[in-house]
Protein backbone atom coordinates (compact mmCIF):
# COMPACT_ATOMS: atom_id res chain seq x y z
CA UNK A 1 0.00 0.00 0.00
CA UNK A 2 1.22 3.24 -1.11
CA UNK A 3 2.06 6.11 1.69
CA UNK A 4 -1.13 8.53 2.25
CA UNK A 5 0.73 12.00 1.53
CA UNK A 6 -0.23 13.90 4.41
CA UNK A 7 -0.58 17.65 4.56
CA UNK A 8 2.22 19.14 7.38
CA UNK A 9 -0.06 22.32 8.55
CA UNK A 10 1.27 25.77 8.91
CA UNK A 11 0.20 26.61 12.64
CA UNK A 12 -1.15 30.29 12.92
CA UNK A 13 1.60 31.69 14.90
CA UNK A 14 2.16 35.01 13.60
CA UNK A 15 4.38 37.10 16.14
CA UNK A 16 1.32 39.29 17.28
CA UNK A 17 -0.51 35.82 18.30
CA UNK A 18 -3.13 36.79 16.41
CA UNK A 19 -5.71 34.01 15.36
CA UNK A 20 -7.39 35.17 12.19
CA UNK A 21 -11.29 34.99 12.19
CA UNK A 22 -12.74 32.21 11.29
CA UNK A 23 -14.24 31.41 8.03
CA UNK A 24 -16.84 28.80 7.05
CA UNK A 25 -14.91 28.42 3.28
CA UNK A 26 -12.40 26.50 4.90
CA UNK A 27 -14.39 23.99 6.35
CA UNK A 28 -13.69 21.61 3.00
CA UNK A 29 -10.36 22.96 2.13
CA UNK A 30 -7.81 20.75 2.56
CA UNK A 31 -5.38 23.50 1.35
CA UNK A 32 -6.68 25.82 4.81
CA UNK A 33 -4.41 26.47 7.23
CA UNK A 34 -5.74 25.14 10.67
CA UNK A 35 -5.52 26.84 14.68
CA UNK A 36 -5.39 24.09 17.00
CA UNK A 37 -8.19 25.49 18.90
CA UNK A 38 -10.54 26.67 15.78
CA UNK A 39 -9.92 22.77 14.53
CA UNK A 40 -11.07 21.56 17.85
CA UNK A 41 -13.96 23.34 17.94
CA UNK A 42 -15.00 22.48 15.04
CA UNK A 43 -14.31 18.79 15.57
CA UNK A 44 -16.43 19.28 18.76
CA UNK A 45 -19.60 20.94 16.90
CA UNK A 46 -19.18 18.13 14.08
CA UNK A 47 -19.32 15.09 17.20
CA UNK A 48 -22.49 17.47 18.74
CA UNK A 49 -24.35 17.51 15.27
CA UNK A 50 -23.77 13.88 14.69
CA UNK A 51 -25.15 13.15 18.40
CA UNK A 52 -28.09 14.85 17.99
CA UNK A 53 -28.98 13.81 14.67
CA UNK A 54 -28.51 9.67 15.77
CA UNK A 55 -30.31 10.32 18.99
CA UNK A 56 -33.23 11.73 17.19
CA UNK A 57 -33.07 8.71 13.93
CA UNK A 58 -32.32 6.12 17.12
CA UNK A 59 -35.06 7.30 19.08
CA UNK A 60 -37.84 7.25 16.09
CA UNK A 61 -37.12 4.07 14.43
CA UNK A 62 -37.07 3.30 17.58
CA UNK A 63 -33.51 1.32 18.10
CA UNK A 64 -33.47 -0.35 21.00
CA UNK A 65 -30.22 -1.53 22.58
CA UNK A 66 -27.20 -1.02 24.33
CA UNK A 67 -25.48 -2.00 21.39
CA UNK A 68 -26.88 1.09 19.12
CA UNK A 69 -24.55 3.23 21.67
CA UNK A 70 -21.50 1.16 20.73
CA UNK A 71 -22.69 2.02 17.16
CA UNK A 72 -23.55 5.78 17.74
CA UNK A 73 -19.63 5.97 19.37
CA UNK A 74 -18.21 3.95 15.99
CA UNK A 75 -19.82 5.97 13.72
CA UNK A 76 -19.29 9.44 15.17
CA UNK A 77 -15.19 8.66 15.76
CA UNK A 78 -15.32 7.31 11.90
CA UNK A 79 -16.76 10.82 10.76
CA UNK A 80 -14.60 12.64 12.81
CA UNK A 81 -11.63 10.74 11.16
CA UNK A 82 -12.75 11.15 8.05
CA UNK A 83 -13.28 14.75 7.72
CA UNK A 84 -9.60 15.42 9.54
CA UNK A 85 -7.86 12.44 7.76
CA UNK A 86 -9.45 12.58 4.50
CA UNK A 87 -11.38 15.76 3.56
CA UNK A 88 -8.51 17.85 5.34
CA UNK A 89 -5.95 16.06 5.35
CA UNK A 90 -4.05 16.97 7.79
CA UNK A 91 -1.13 15.33 10.02
CA UNK A 92 -2.54 14.53 13.30
CA UNK A 93 1.18 14.82 15.16
CA UNK A 94 0.39 18.57 14.68
CA UNK A 95 -2.62 19.02 17.03
CA UNK A 96 -1.57 15.94 19.38
CA UNK A 97 -2.06 13.18 17.64
CA UNK A 98 -5.07 11.09 16.68
CA UNK A 99 -6.22 10.62 20.65
CA UNK A 100 -6.29 14.33 21.04
CA UNK A 101 -8.36 15.02 17.92
CA UNK A 102 -11.01 12.13 18.36
CA UNK A 103 -11.51 12.88 22.31
CA UNK A 104 -12.45 16.69 20.99
CA UNK A 105 -16.25 16.72 22.73
CA UNK A 106 -16.36 13.09 23.23
CA UNK A 107 -18.10 13.00 26.42
CA UNK A 108 -20.76 16.01 25.62
CA UNK A 109 -21.50 14.34 22.39
CA UNK A 110 -22.34 11.04 24.57
CA UNK A 111 -24.59 12.58 26.73
CA UNK A 112 -26.69 14.54 24.17
CA UNK A 113 -26.92 11.54 22.03
CA UNK A 114 -28.32 9.77 25.15
CA UNK A 115 -30.22 12.81 25.69
CA UNK A 116 -32.36 13.07 22.37
CA UNK A 117 -32.00 8.84 21.81
CA UNK A 118 -33.94 8.85 25.26
CA UNK A 119 -35.99 12.33 24.82
CA UNK A 120 -37.92 10.65 21.38
CA UNK A 121 -37.76 7.01 22.53
CA UNK A 122 -39.97 8.20 25.38
CA UNK A 123 -42.29 10.89 24.01
CA UNK A 124 -42.83 9.46 20.33
CA UNK A 125 -43.28 5.53 21.67
CA UNK A 126 -45.15 5.70 24.68
CA UNK B 1 -49.81 22.06 21.41
CA UNK B 2 -49.51 22.14 25.87
CA UNK B 3 -52.42 19.81 26.09
CA UNK B 4 -51.16 17.32 23.56
CA UNK B 5 -47.67 17.56 25.60
CA UNK B 6 -49.18 17.00 29.03
CA UNK B 7 -51.25 13.89 27.60
CA UNK B 8 -47.52 12.48 26.91
CA UNK B 9 -47.01 9.81 29.46
CA UNK B 10 -43.64 10.85 30.01
CA UNK B 11 -44.15 14.56 29.55
CA UNK B 12 -42.40 15.38 32.92
CA UNK B 13 -39.24 14.86 31.04
CA UNK B 14 -39.57 17.92 29.07
CA UNK B 15 -39.98 19.90 32.43
CA UNK B 16 -36.79 18.59 33.85
CA UNK B 17 -35.14 19.35 30.21
CA UNK B 18 -36.72 22.79 30.85
CA UNK B 19 -35.54 23.38 33.76
CA UNK B 20 -31.86 22.65 33.09
CA UNK B 21 -31.97 24.61 30.24
CA UNK B 22 -32.97 27.62 32.44
CA UNK B 23 -30.28 26.20 35.21
CA UNK B 24 -27.62 26.16 32.58
CA UNK B 25 -28.47 29.78 31.56
CA UNK B 26 -28.28 31.05 34.89
CA UNK B 27 -25.21 29.49 36.10
CA UNK B 28 -23.41 30.44 33.04
CA UNK B 29 -24.86 34.35 33.64
CA UNK B 30 -23.57 33.80 37.36
CA UNK B 31 -19.99 32.69 36.37
CA UNK B 32 -19.98 35.63 33.67
CA UNK B 33 -20.89 38.01 36.65
CA UNK B 34 -18.63 36.71 39.11
CA UNK B 35 -15.56 35.06 36.88
CA UNK B 36 -15.66 35.76 33.19
CA UNK B 37 -16.10 40.19 32.94
CA UNK B 38 -13.37 40.29 35.22
CA UNK B 39 -10.16 41.52 33.76
CA UNK B 40 -8.10 39.06 36.04
CA UNK B 41 -9.78 36.08 34.25
CA UNK B 42 -9.45 37.61 31.11
CA UNK B 43 -5.57 38.23 31.66
CA UNK B 44 -5.21 34.98 32.96
CA UNK B 45 -6.77 33.39 29.87
CA UNK B 46 -4.96 35.46 27.37
CA UNK B 47 -1.66 34.60 29.33
CA UNK B 48 -2.64 30.81 29.01
CA UNK B 49 -3.64 30.85 26.21
CA UNK B 50 0.06 32.44 24.97
CA UNK B 51 1.95 30.14 26.82
CA UNK B 52 0.51 26.96 25.73
CA UNK B 53 0.75 27.96 21.88
CA UNK B 54 4.50 29.32 22.56
CA UNK B 55 5.34 26.21 24.76
CA UNK B 56 3.80 24.09 21.21
CA UNK B 57 6.35 26.12 18.98
CA UNK B 58 9.35 25.35 20.72
CA UNK B 59 8.23 21.55 21.36
CA UNK B 60 7.90 20.97 17.58
CA UNK B 61 10.85 23.51 16.47
CA UNK B 62 14.06 22.11 15.15
CA UNK B 63 17.21 22.40 16.65
CA UNK B 64 17.72 26.43 16.83
CA UNK B 65 20.01 26.58 19.95
CA UNK B 66 21.38 24.08 22.61
CA UNK B 67 19.99 21.28 23.93
CA UNK B 68 20.21 23.08 27.79
CA UNK B 69 18.67 25.77 26.87
CA UNK B 70 16.37 24.91 25.11
CA UNK B 71 15.04 22.63 27.94
CA UNK B 72 15.62 26.01 30.40
CA UNK B 73 13.28 27.96 28.01
CA UNK B 74 10.72 24.97 27.85
CA UNK B 75 11.14 24.95 31.65
CA UNK B 76 10.44 28.74 32.12
CA UNK B 77 7.29 28.67 29.71
CA UNK B 78 5.82 25.47 31.46
CA UNK B 79 6.15 27.63 35.31
CA UNK B 80 4.86 30.13 33.66
CA UNK B 81 2.03 27.97 32.17
CA UNK B 82 1.06 25.75 35.36
CA UNK B 83 1.07 29.14 37.69
CA UNK B 84 -1.49 31.07 35.48
CA UNK B 85 -3.34 27.89 35.15
CA UNK B 86 -3.41 27.31 39.60
CA UNK B 87 -4.66 31.10 39.35
CA UNK B 88 -7.71 30.31 36.71
CA UNK B 89 -8.57 27.46 38.77
CA UNK B 90 -8.39 29.27 42.18
CA UNK B 91 -10.22 32.16 40.89
CA UNK B 92 -13.24 29.64 39.48
CA UNK B 93 -13.22 27.71 42.39
CA UNK B 94 -13.80 31.02 44.50
CA UNK B 95 -17.51 31.68 42.44
CA UNK B 96 -18.12 28.25 41.35
CA UNK B 97 -19.44 28.01 45.19
CA UNK B 98 -22.36 30.01 44.13
CA UNK B 99 -23.09 28.09 40.85
CA UNK B 100 -22.67 24.88 43.04
CA UNK B 101 -25.31 26.73 45.60
CA UNK B 102 -27.95 26.84 42.61
CA UNK B 103 -27.60 23.26 41.01
CA UNK B 104 -27.99 21.95 44.60
CA UNK B 105 -31.24 23.96 45.39
CA UNK B 106 -32.79 23.12 41.45
CA UNK B 107 -31.79 19.48 42.24
CA UNK B 108 -33.54 19.17 45.00
CA UNK B 109 -36.79 21.26 43.98
CA UNK B 110 -36.78 18.85 40.86
CA UNK B 111 -36.50 15.83 43.20
CA UNK B 112 -39.09 16.82 45.65
CA UNK B 113 -41.30 17.39 42.18
CA UNK B 114 -40.04 13.54 41.10
CA UNK B 115 -39.09 11.61 43.82
CA UNK B 116 -39.96 7.82 43.09
CA UNK B 117 -41.68 8.59 39.84
CA UNK B 118 -40.15 7.43 36.34
CA UNK B 119 -40.23 10.38 34.29
CA UNK B 120 -38.82 8.44 31.04
CA UNK B 121 -38.06 5.14 29.36
CA UNK B 122 -34.49 3.78 28.63
CA UNK B 123 -34.20 1.97 25.24
CA UNK B 124 -31.83 0.00 26.85
CA UNK B 125 -30.73 -1.45 29.80
CA UNK B 126 -28.13 0.12 31.54
CA UNK B 127 -25.20 -1.33 33.48
CA UNK B 128 -25.69 -2.09 37.49
CA UNK B 129 -23.12 1.02 38.76
CA UNK B 130 -25.59 3.08 36.57
CA UNK B 131 -28.78 1.98 37.17
CA UNK B 132 -27.82 3.29 40.70
CA UNK B 133 -28.77 6.63 38.99
CA UNK B 134 -30.98 5.52 36.40
CA UNK B 135 -32.89 3.61 38.72
CA UNK B 136 -32.84 5.97 41.52
CA UNK B 137 -35.96 5.99 44.10
CA UNK B 138 -38.40 4.44 41.44
CA UNK B 139 -39.97 1.68 42.74
CA UNK B 140 -39.98 -1.87 40.72
CA UNK B 141 -37.49 -3.82 38.89
CA UNK B 142 -37.62 -2.69 35.80
CA UNK B 143 -33.98 -1.57 34.74
CA UNK B 144 -35.58 0.79 32.02
CA UNK B 145 -37.09 3.07 34.10
CA UNK B 146 -35.66 6.26 34.25
CA UNK B 147 -35.31 8.57 37.27
CA UNK B 148 -34.57 12.27 37.68
CA UNK B 149 -31.88 12.01 38.46
CA UNK B 150 -30.56 10.34 35.44
CA UNK B 151 -32.00 12.83 33.23
CA UNK B 152 -30.45 15.86 34.86
CA UNK B 153 -27.11 14.35 35.12
CA UNK B 154 -27.41 14.21 30.95
CA UNK B 155 -29.21 17.74 30.22
CA UNK B 156 -26.65 19.37 32.99
CA UNK B 157 -23.08 17.64 31.07
CA UNK B 158 -24.65 18.07 27.44
CA UNK B 159 -26.51 21.69 27.96
CA UNK B 160 -23.73 23.41 30.05
CA UNK B 161 -21.13 21.64 28.11
CA UNK B 162 -22.30 22.83 24.88
CA UNK B 163 -23.43 26.74 25.62
CA UNK B 164 -19.89 27.00 27.79
CA UNK B 165 -18.34 26.32 24.22
CA UNK B 166 -20.91 28.39 22.35
CA UNK B 167 -20.32 31.20 24.19
CA UNK B 168 -16.78 31.37 24.45
CA UNK B 169 -16.62 30.21 28.75
CA UNK B 170 -14.82 26.54 27.89
CA UNK B 171 -11.31 26.37 29.72
CA UNK B 172 -8.19 26.77 27.74
CA UNK B 173 -6.99 24.07 26.00
CA UNK B 174 -3.62 24.70 27.55
CA UNK B 175 -4.62 24.05 31.23
CA UNK B 176 -6.14 20.98 30.21
CA UNK B 177 -3.10 19.12 31.56
CA UNK B 178 -2.85 21.08 34.04
CA UNK B 179 -4.91 21.99 37.19
CA UNK B 180 -4.81 23.31 40.74
CA UNK B 181 -2.13 20.44 41.71
CA UNK B 182 -0.15 19.46 38.40
CA UNK B 183 2.08 16.45 38.42
CA UNK B 184 5.67 16.40 37.85
CA UNK B 185 6.33 16.99 33.64
CA UNK B 186 8.59 14.40 32.03
CA UNK B 187 11.62 16.20 30.29
CA UNK B 188 11.98 16.56 26.55
CA UNK B 189 14.88 14.41 25.72
Known amino acids: MSMKEKKSVKFNLQQNDHIPPFQYAKLLDPDASWDKDQLGDVLHWIRQVVALICGLLWGSVPLVGAIWILVFLVLSSGIVYGYYAIVLKLDEDDFGGHGALLQEGLFASITLFLLAWILVYSLAHF | MATMLSSLKYSDSLTVVGISFCTAFLCEGISWLLIYRTSSYKSLRSS ?43 SKFKSGAVVAVVLFVV ?19 PANLVQKMSHRGIPGDDPTDCSMAF ?6 ISIRTNLQKFLGFSPPRGAANAGLFPMPDQKIN
Open chain 2, 151 to 156: LYFLCS
Open chain 2, 48 to 90: IDKASKKLETMKTEGPSSTKKSKTKKIDRVETTLKESTRDLSL
Open chain 2, 107 to 125: FGFLNSMFEGKSIAKLPFS
